[in-house]
């Protein structure tokens, strides 16, 4: 009987993993009802363990299909079956219920968000051997995925300030109940996404940290640039997501410090802490170039409104304060010390930049992004940017910023010095 039932459980998942993403199923419920029911195999055991068992071939094309750039499909539940995959493994990532929410009534016990991490090392394998399978598959993937996470975290800032000026205002029944849902499933994917980069970075650093890629040194100004955002709107004193928070209001239930800033803390701390030192140094120094850091923003996550004097402890958190140091049942000792270990580093590594930084004239500063030192030339057209700002164009358009005209190649740029190297554009 018990062989019977893997053998439905199996045959079922071998359906699913091969049409979710069939592109002769015309039918958008049809494709919806796949992929829902995809989404929900993986979130209980004896189903996902159904799934590792149908054929290699069968399991790597499925994985090759979550794994396609999010544009122009529906990436949602996609991204979510990604992160049912990684549950388990991530930083404070263990969880099956918010720390906020456990005094709150319990939902449906049996629904797929409300059951156990299951995590797939196999699942897992597969994707990282496929993210380093020729030179597109990684870079299509990651720039979908920052650009969704760009796209969704924006539109829930957006939607907060809507809702923030509506509760200031004397009548209480101002919000409209959809507009509630949209911002919390904004806030919900933001942080699925920022799961799917841990779990990417965790499983393939070289991605982001082999600048002999050509792409890597992009896709990790890019990824900074978006933890410094978020750690920004999340983290700063009296701010806009600290009062909707606090207004508790219903549908809203998801939003919280916890769930984003452990994301981004599993983000930083594999960048900063767990890998080589060489690497660490990479990371640590595009962190600190992105204009936005602000270092404050680490200290909040340990409770610090400041950061510490060098060498000395840290002190006790205020207890009114966020601190990952409250949430003993959610994050382990390891988890915290490493926590500790990247605020020591970052705090020494600002110190240094700050006192090694020269100043920048304007004018040669990139005209796009006013942060960086102009440091690469278009050719047919001759303009100028630094390079993080034109290969990140490049990732979604091949025309000037300035003048429109096609964009062949990029050339090495440097003030005063008479060569060059040259990129394709293409």
Request: charge should be negative.
């Amino acid at each position: 009987m018990e062989h019977g039932y893997e053998e439905t459980l199996t045959r079922l998942a071998a359906i699913l993993a091969k049409h979710f993403a069939d592109t002769r199923i015309v039918g958008t419920d049809i494709r919806d009802s796949l992929m829902q029911a995809l989404a929900s195999y993986v979130c209980y055991p004896h189903s996902l363990r159904a799934v590792e068992r149908i054929p290699e071939e069968q399991r790597i094309a499925m994985v090759r299909n979550l794994l396609a750039p999010y544009e122009q499909r529906p990436w949602a539940q996609t991204n979510w079956i990604l992160v049912r995959l990684w549950r388990g493994c991530g930083f404070g990532y263990r969880y099956t219920r918010l720390p906020h929410l456990l005094k709150t009534k319990l939902e449906d016990a049996n629904l797929p968000s409300l059951q156990k991490p299951c995590p797939s090392t196999l699942l897992q394998q597969h994707m990282a051997d496929l993210l380093q399978q020729g030179p597109d598959v990684a870079p299509s993937f990651l720039n979908s995925v920052l650009n969704q996470l760009n796209w969704a975290f924006s539109e829930f800032i957006g939607m907060i300030q809507e809702i923030q000026q509506a509760a200031e205002r004397l009548e209480r029944n101002f919000v409209d109940s959809r507009q509630l849902k949209v911002c919390a499933t904004c806030f919900d994917l933001s942080v699925s996404l920022l799961r799917v980069l841990e779990m990417t970075i965790t499983l393939v650093p070289e991605i982001f940290l082999d600048w002999t890629r050509p792409t890597s040194e992009m896709l990790l100004r890019r990824l900074a640039q978006l933890l410094n955002q978020v750690l920004n709107r999340v983290t700063a004193e009296r701010n806009l997501f600290d009062r909707v928070v606090t207004l508790r209001l219903p549908g809203l239930e998801s939003v919280d410090h916890y769930p984003i800033l452990v994301a981004v803390t599993g983000i930083l701390v594999q960048l900063l802490v767990r890998g080589p030192a060489s690497e660490r140094e990479q990371a640590t120094s595009v962190l600190l170039a992105d204009p936005c850091f602000q270092l404050r923003s680490i200290c909040y996550l340990l409770g610090q409104p400041e950061p510490p004097a060098p060498g000395t402890a840290l002190p006790a958190p205020d207890r009114k304060r966020f601190s990952l140091q409250s949430y003993v049942d959610y994050i382990s000792a390891d988890e915290l010390a490493q926590v500790e270990q990247m605020l020591a580093h970052l705090t020494s590594a600002s110190a240094q930049a700050a006192a090694a930084s020269l100043p920048t004239s304007e004018e040669d500063l990139c005209p796009i992004c006013y942060a960086h030192p102009i440091s690469a030339v278009f050719q047919p057209c001759g303009h100028k940017s630094c390079k993080a700002c034109i290969n990140q164009h490049l990732m979604n358009n091949k025309d000037c910023f300035f003048c429109k005209a096609t964009i062949v190649s990029v050339e090495d740029w440097e003030k005063g010095a008479n060569t060059s190297t040259t990129s394709s554009a293409a």
